[in-house]
């Protein structure tokens, strides 16, 4: 069966691209190139479902994703 999850990728402050899969608590990973992380989130996603799986544990389906924009006030006086 094939299944299809969100994963978040942000750069940290030392350039090491974190990934995450939202949808998987626990299921996360890292890489020196943003494609090196989305391979490895892959590739932990994978595990984490055949652990579940071998566990009797249920598959989590994704429901929904939504993008939300949220706009701050610069604060006055700051430059930005």
Known sequence: MTYRYT??????????????CPALPGCY????????ALD??????ALH???RQDLGEPIPVETAVEKVE??????S???G
Do not use: M
Request: charged share 25%.
């Open 7 to 20: 994963v978040v990728i942000e750069r940290d402050e030392d350039g090491v691209y974190i990934a995450v």
């Open 29 to 36: 990973t890292q890489g020196r190139t943003y494609q090196e």
């Open 40 to 45: 490895h989130i892959r590739d932990a996603i």
């Open 49 to 51: 479902l055949q652990a």
């Open 70 to 75: 949220v706009t701050l006030e610069t604060p």
């Open 77 to 79: 006086g700051s430059a």
